[in-house]
């Protein structure tokens, strides 16, 4: 499932985030790094408080984001999705090696946020093992030949790969 209709990345961030709570069994928990722009960051966490779901700051540690303290945070079997920024807002090339088996072993989704324009060099979220790619086509040539403008002179873009039999979107 692909989509354009956001205005910006930070709004698609909060509907990948709504996304993992609709797709999760009984689950409302979220994972979301420290390594996020802190005005990501309070987009999301107005969209969960008003769609009831539980965000939990996943720790940085070093400028990145610390993978021991989220295997920790999904050992609970209660998150139902973990979202990560690739670069993060340190401007850092975060490894998310491993990640996607991690939160799919604890039925959890894994969601990257991104630029379109740094998908030329970097790892695709697809690569990594995203179930959920958004970001921001801030990028004005790329957001005005693709018409995809909000009023801002923004656009956001998501995509959510087929999701696994294991998991049950209500």
């Not at 309070?42 to 990145?64: C, I, M, N, Q, S």
């Not at 030949?145 to 039999?165: E, I, K, M, Q, T």
Request: include cysteine.
């Amino acid at each position: 499932i692909s989509n354009a209709s956001m205005y910006d990345g930070s709004t698609a961030t909060a509907e990948a985030m709504m996304m993992c709570v609709a797709a999760a069994k009984k689950r409302n928990r979220v994972l979301i790094s420290e390594t996020f722009n802190p005005a990501v960051m309070r987009v999301v966490e107005t969209y969960a408080k008003f769609h009831g779901a539980d965000l939990v700051k996943a720790p940085a540690k070093e400028g990145v984001t610390d993978m021991c303290a989220i295997q920790t945070l999904l050992e609970a079997d209660d998150v139902a999705g973990v979202l990560v920024a690739q670069p993060n807002y340190y401007g850092i090339i975060e490894d998310f090696t491993g990640l996607a088996d991690m939160c799919h072993a604890h039925k959890a989704l894994l969601a990257i946020n991104t630029m379109a324009s740094a998908l030329g060099v970097l790892k695709s979220p697809g690569q990594w093992g995203a179930d959920i790619a958004c970001g921001a086509l801030d990028e004005k040539p790329i957001a005005n030949s693709c018409r995809w403008r909000g009023d801002n002179g923004s656009a956001a873009l998501f995509h959510w790969r087929v999701v696994p039999a294991s998991f049950s979107v209500q």
